[in-house]
């Protein structure tokens, strides 16, 4: 059973440091990845999906990475905002049921 | 792209009375949705494969005559919660992919569940 796990559970950074969210997954016969941003009381927002082909994706000051042998991934934020403060969910599809399983999520406050 | 809404997005109810929401794909079919439940600062936890034309699949530890789920058309999956009592109060989100196969899930807004 493919299971998700995040470090750290809680990040408090100042505003403008660069800071680096991380994901392991225990089966690594994975299709994708995606990392999801989820405000307090909201639903997902989906920021970025790597393929098992691929090694990273990037969205603006975001840049995601995959290992897929090692069973990791990573989630870089530049030059970080108060406007980040959010909880960071990574997940993998589940390998014979097409639903995704998710991390317990990393929650990320950015102070100004 | 491809667009899941939930409705209502959320909803207040006595102990013992049912609620029913709703989770539709807007602009394709989908004959799987999945429904999930998050409780406060914890993840999502798959409740259940709702299947289009036939029996909703259930996590282990899910019961299906609380979690009462019809696929009755291409575009519309409903999760009924029945007898809802307070632990019952959730954060419940639903997806759906547009293509078979595909691995990719979009989301709906979720629906947050509170019992009284």
């Known amino acids: 059973k493919q299971e998700v796990t995040q470090i750290p559970a809680a990040l408090s950074v100042p505003e403008g440091e660069n800071l680096v969210l991380n994901c392991s997954f225990t089966?690594?016969?994975?299709?994708?990845l995606q990392w999801f941003r989820q405000d307090p009381g909201k639903g997902l927002t989906s920021l970025l999906l790597i393929q098992s082909s691929q090694r990273e994706q990037t969205s603006g000051r975001l840049n995601a990475s995959l290992d897929k042998s090692s069973g990791r991934s990573t989630l870089y934020i530049a030059a970080s905002q108060p406007g980040d403060s959010a909880t960071y969910l990574c997940?993998?599809?589940?390998?014979?049921?097409?639903?995704?399983?998710f991390g317990a999520g990393t929650r990320l406050t950015v102070k100004p | 792209g491809a667009v899941v809404s939930q409705h209502p997005s959320w909803v207040i109810c006595k102990s013992g009375t049912s609620v029913k929401i709703e989770c539709r794909s807007l602009?394709?079919?989908?004959?799987?949705m999945f429904w999930y439940r998050q409780f406060p600062k914890q993840s999502l936890m798959l409740m259940a494969t709702?299947?289009?034309?036939?029996?909703?699949?259930?996590e282990q530890g899910v019961e299906k005559d609380k979690f009462l789920i019809n696929h009755a058309s291409l575009t519309l999956s409903t999760l009924t919660v029945t007898s809802a009592h307070p632990e019952d109060s959730s954060f419940y989100i639903c997806s759906a992919s547009d293509r078979a196969g595909a691995n990719v899930l979009t989301f709906g807004a979720g629906s947050r569940l509170t019992v009284l």
């Open positions: 709702s299947n289009e034309g036939s029996k909703a699949t259930y």
């Open positions: 602009d394709f079919q989908a004959t799987t």
């Open positions: 089966d690594s016969a994975i299709y994708n």
């Open positions: 997940a993998v599809p589940s390998y014979n049921n097409n639903d995704m399983r």
